[in-house]
């Protein structure tokens, strides 16, 4: 769409005869089209191939797809794409840099987990004589109809969910490697969109998981919207989409358009546009104020979906705000960084304050992950490389504690599924040592306690806040990380010091899909806690935005 | 380079790993196998660190045995150890120590029958339980030993912290199991209080962590590495400013003076050595809280010796107010451990003002305070916990005429508290008396408060023994047994390391006082001259 644009804006300046063909780079965008294929393909099986048929296929396909993209992200990296050969792509409007691969890596692998733990099909008992997954037989139905009771005896499931969620990838990848304003709009709907219906597809509880879309759609197309009114306004100051060319703008490089001489270099146009295009991301990472729809969504949607929103949507969302402040806005340091920090100081006091208060497993996780977004804004805020390459490497760390912690809450099970309240996980340390045991481990990389992942990325993070001068912050993110400890060690003394309740939760033995999912959790967590440098370095490797 | 420090590190974790990894205990063979596997460990643990402590030259450089490993290049980290005289012998107490605690808790954790009568060796838990349990103590004195060689900041930051979890779990997991619901309501209850506490404090080191590496760092120092650090800052090429020197020697400060603990930041303790196990208990007040005073000694005085200067003063005060505060309410305490627990602050409030005196005596006394107060205070703990063992009631008031029915006991018992009250000829005495002479030189008043401590400390030690030991027999102490030979086997080898040690120090002495004399060279302090002539060379030198 943007290649359009830029082709019309180019044909009229022109002024010529032949129109130039776009120039697109197929083997360099290769992680996104791959995706995309898959998808497309994934449509195409939903409609013609036999219903028993498609679980299998959907998965096999998601898998190839995401593994292939991946591999493809790691030959690019491993040619110099992220380093010496970084560039821009389609004409200028999709960046190839280390950013991008980096965050394009960790969001295929957080996709990887998170379909994994889609296909999980063992741990609900067989309704009707129907292996179950965590998705509804029929999204259509009224939730506990005639209709829905015939779909679930028929053994139909949703296996859209797969072709949607690899659309979901693509716009994740292209959000933060879009270099003009309209590309990553344009990301931003194909990322939300399919991530509204996923949420709405729960098998237990529909009505909660409808409810819960309803609301993310509201409130994401109110921050869409902004975002997009953003765009225009800030089109209106710069005459140009483009990231490099508003900086350019900005530091009064560029000279203005003569066509909109009336509206360029008017401070306040660039003011409310950032203003508006920042209430679009933050609401995409969760930040306070725009976290309020956290909560309800993490809890309604089915808990794999869940896992996949808090680790690829973060990372892919924080992806573009990196982009957009480290290249649109560096000159205007002064003007967004007191705001950004009052949003960080929020953010981390009001996330971990107000999950004291929950008393359930996924409320307390979603408000963790706003905890948790507080504790990464203060990287972005750090406007350094150091900060850049923190904010990386907290993002690889995060996914995946956060992906096993849901992954093992879809285990906690009773006879009406998931039991996420908090007090029928007491004792559960007495029953299954492995499995609380696990869940502590994540809990404690959440606290940041040091030899895992949460603590090295934690440190990274406030080490280079304070080299950017930000020592306040650090002092705030200290304390509201030993109040946020406060309720992962109740957690931990429910699991672990409360006796068993009757009829309490059982933990489901799950296949080997989520069983992987976890395994590859604690791995990365124990990993990147005991012997972080490789990741380090690569994340530092990969710190340099192109412009 | 030798390996012997890392060996000394990586033997109790490797054992830890093994012991929890052994077959389930639900035979009392198994067990047996799983305790034994663990005693092994902690032994030759103890030949390792005897071999490093004998390795050590008293005379020769402030570090020896160095060992480095690149760890985390990109923040300048690096996996070092070394061993300074000071550093030794705490090794040597951990090593010591956690053996005799293992023997002492040889039964602790055993499947207990639950309250409803059933055994609960039916659970996986309960199977568990014994290889649990002396896994978690080898990982704490893996990680106690790492934070006592570590030449690194972070490196002892990340060990400093991460032994809070099994801490954790000894304290939350394992404790008198009889008492039902509530002992359990409380003992988790304690066990989150030690470690919300223990993480505040650590939070706020990490935040002065990040600030010195980001100060090193903008002076082209970027390095965790403790050596280089107090090299830099004692040849000027690595200058923090006033304000930023006292802000982060108040971050580590403020963790430390959590774990040792200082009075007002005490009140952890009591809850969970009251709770715990007697053996926890004496993991908890003998090992992982010494990390606490002994890295004021190597890290504040080392890296911020002008704010060291500063605030010296003001922790004077508080540890003088912890000595007092802790014996009136030792006094005061009804509980048996939780009197141990008061009578355990007021004695690191001794071991706080030695360090703080900034005088060769004091800091001496200080280290020689940890490892007597960690050997005396684990004798007397231990044999309190053989006696609660027998009766089930930590209340004082339930005991009465032991001695007569019991007499070995009694009688390591008293030794106990004769040691606490810092008897001449027994190894306390030494130590406090030359923290007290390294006070009186340049601060008299606090000096001579602090000499009520020792009052208050002959009247809870002695009323405690008169009340629970002496008079009639008690009912429910007619027929107790007297100590065992496993017992036995444990309080054995405290006494006699109580006595030799009050006797002759020296070998002490020796190791500390050359780092002892370097770490007061960091902070630009020499003795205050004594300002009448005294007879003999530096009086009070028990040598």
Known sequence: MSAVHSLWMEAAGANTASIPAPKIEYGQLSPMLIVFGAALLGILVEAFLPRRRRYGVQVALALTGLIGSFVAVVVLAADGYGTTKSGLLAMGSVALDG???????????????SVLMYAERRLDARVEGVASDAFTAQGAATPGGEQERQATKAGFASTEVYPLTLFAVGGMLLFPAANDLLTMFVALEVFSLPLYLLCALARRRRLLSQEAAVKYFLLGSFASAFFLFGTALLYGYAGTVRLPEIADVISGVAPSTPALANSTQNDALLLIGLAML????????????????????????????????????????????????????????????????????????????????????????????IAHAGFILTGVIATNRQGLGAVLFYLLS????????????????????????????????????????????????????????????????????????????VIVGVLSSAVAAFFYIRVIVLMFFSDPQPGGPAVAVPSVFTGTAIAVGVLVTVGLGVLPQYFLDLASKASMFVR | MSYLLTATCAVPAAGAVLTAALPAGSTEAR?????????????????????????????????????????????????????????????????????????????????????????????????RRTQGFFALILAVEAMVIVSFLATDVFLFYVFFEAMLIPMYFLIGGFGDRAGGPEAARQRSYAAVKFLLYNLLGGLVMLAAVIGLYVIAQQQGQATFDLQSLTSAIADGKLVIDPTAERALFLGFFFAFAVKAPLWPLHTWLPNAMGESTAGTAVLITAVVDKVGTFAMLRFCLGLFPDASKFFAPAILVLSVIGIIYGALLAVGQKDIKR????????????????????????????????????????????????????????????YGGVQKVAPVLAGTFLIGGLATLSLPGLAPFVSEFLVLVGTFSRYPVIGVIATFGIVLAALYALVLYQRTMTGPVRDGVRGMADLKVRELAVVTPLVALTIFLGVYPKPLTDLVNPAVNDTLSQVHRTDPAPAHPVAGPAGGEQK
């Open chain 1, 99 to 113: 950013p991008a691969l980096f965050l394009q890596g960790v969001i295929l692998l957080a996709a990887v987990v």
């Open chain 1, 278 to 369: 920042a209430v679009g991301l933050f609401f995409k990472v969760g930040a306070v104020p725009f976290h309020s729809w956290t909560p309800d969504v993490y809890q309604g949607a089915p808990t794999p979906v869940t896992g996949f929103m808090a680790a690829a949507t973060k990372v892919a969302a924080f992806g573009a705000l990196l982009r957009l402040f480290y290249v649109a806005f560096p000159g205007l340091r002064w003007d967004w960084r007191p705001v950004m920090w009052g949003v960080a100081i929020l953010t981390m006091v009001v996330g971990a304050i107000l999950a004291v208060t929950q008393q359930d497993v996924k409320r307390l996780l979603a408000y963790s992950s």
């Open chain 1, 398 to 473: 995060y996914s995946f504690v956060t992906l096993g912690a849901f992954a093992v809450v879809t285990l906690v099970r009773d006879s009406k599924g998931e039991a996420t309240h908090l007090s029928s996980w007491a004792g559960l340390g007495r029953r299954s040592p492995l499995v609380a045991a696990v869940f502590a481990l994540f809990l404690l990389a959440f606290a940041g306690i040091p030899l895992t992942s949460g603590f090295t990325g934690k440190f990274a993070v406030f080490q280079a806040a304070a080299a950017g001068g930000a020592t306040p912050l």
């Open chain 2, 31 to 127: 067990r047996r196998t799983t305790k034994l596997t663990a005693l092994t460990v902690s032994a030759v643990t103890l030949a390792l660190a005897a071999l490093a402590a004998a390795r050590f030259k008293p005379g020769g450089a402030r570090y020896q045995l160095t060992e480095s490993y690149s760890w985390i290049r990109s923040f300048g980290i690096s996996f070092s150890l070394g061993v300074d005289g000071i550093g030794a012998v705490l090794v040597l107490l951990t090593a010591v120590l956690v053996p005799i605690v293992m023997l002492a808790s040889w039964h602790d954790a055993d499947p207990a029958p639950a309250p409803d009568g059933t055994s609960d060796s039916a659970t996986f838990e309960g199977r």
């Open chain 2, 339 to 398: 009197l141990i627990a008061y009578a355990s602050i007021s004695h690191f409030g001794f071991i706080i003002m030695g360090i703080f005196a900034m005088t060769s005596q004091g800091q001496s006394g200080a280290t020689l305070y940890m490892v007597n107060h960690g050997i005396s205070t684990a004798a007397w703990l231990l044999v309190a916990g053989f006696l609660i063992s027998r009766r089930g009631s930590r209340l004082i008031a339930d």
